[in-house]
């Protein structure tokens, strides 16, 4: 099981499908590890009673139907499927609308998604999910690229409130790929994930909402950043070393 972890940390984002399978057939008694341990690109599912676009992911699946997070129906319909207590889907209808505002302000579109439901331990688990689709026939705005998306995966295990103060745990992950293929830049592809993990404690007088949004808006700064340095910055480091632009190359005097 180490193994196939370590392996699947290494494989570019748009094979880890393939290789998930690989694993589940070589694996078949870790399955339940695999499928909850290892992140994979977000699909895209329409509810088509609210005309809105939904993210799967393994938090709003039951089987083989994923609950939307609008109508709060399983798609395909299932029956006795879980669903969040009444409370906390009026929190999580309140998350969708908020999240679905951060959204637009740093992304400049895209889909997201939030899901909710209860824990063992009196509390409650958050899932935000972004997906954006940067490619030309996608919903970037810039059209730069041939193929791009960027899937962002929050997930934050809220305690039980004790005096006013709850522990708020986030695990997030990032993956990225960047492909593009014009006379400019050439053919060029860019892919990776990364993962971080913060906990605090944060009094809940201004509402776990609030508390979730100000963990992701600054664990989503830390992670752009990282991204920026290591996967761009070595990028450039390295295609600036064996191919240097023209203007610092000098030629020998004849």
Same mark, same amino acid.
């Given at each position: ?6 392996? @699947? ?5 748009? %094979? ?12 078949? %008694? %870790? &399955?339940?590890?695999?499928? &909850? !341990? ?16 939904? +993210? ?21 319909? *299932? ?8 409370? *906390? ?11 679905? +505002?951060? #959204?637009? !302000?740093?992304?400049?579109?895209? $889909?997201?998604?939030?899901? /909710? ?12 999910? =972004? ?10 705005? #810039?059209?730069? *690229? ?6 962002? +995966?929050?997930? $934050? ?17 990032? @993956? ?8 400019? &830049?050439? &053919? ?5 994930? =990364? ?12 509402? %776990?909402?609030?508390? @979730?949004?100000? /963990? =992701?808006?600054? @664990? ?6 990282? *991204? ?27």
């Amino acid at each position: 099981m180490e193994a196939a972890m370590g392996l @699947m940390r290494r494989i570019p984002p748009k %094979h880890t499908e393939t290789a998930l399978s690989a694993l589940l057939s070589l694996l078949p %008694h %870790h &399955s339940s590890d695999l499928l &909850s !341990q290892v992140d994979q690109p977000l699909q895209v599912l329409c509810d088509m009673e609210y005309g809105k676009e939904f +993210i799967l992911c393994e938090y709003n699946r039951d089987a083989d139907s994923y609950r939307s997070p609008w109508s709060n129906k399983y798609h395909p319909p *299932l029956e006795d499927a879980p669903q969040p207590s009444p409370e *906390l889907r009026k929190l999580e209808v309140e998350a969708n609308e908020v999240f679905a +505002i951060y #959204r637009d !302000q740093y992304y400049e579109g895209g $889909i997201s998604s939030v899901y /909710m439901w209860e824990d063992e331990n009196e509390g409650f688990v958050a899932c935000f999910l =972004i997906k954006k689709d940067g490619s030309k026939s996608g919903h970037g705005r #810039r059209g730069y *690229l041939q193929e791009g998306a960027w899937d962002a +995966i929050h997930v $934050i295990e809220v305690g039980p409130e004790e005096e006013g103060i709850a522990q708020y745990c986030l695990t997030s992950t990032v @993956m990225l790929t960047l492909t593009t293929d014009n006379e400019s &830049s050439g &053919s060029f592809n860019l892919s990776g994930s =990364i993962r971080r993990q913060m906990s605090m404690k944060l009094s809940v007088s201004d509402g %776990h909402l609030c508390n @979730m949004g100000k /963990m =992701i808006e600054e @664990m989503e700064g830390k992670l752009r950043n990282s *991204l920026d340095q290591v996967y761009f910055g070595k990028t450039k480091e390295m295609v600036c070393t064996l191919r240097p632009p023209a203007e610092l190359v000098t030629l020998p005097d004849s």
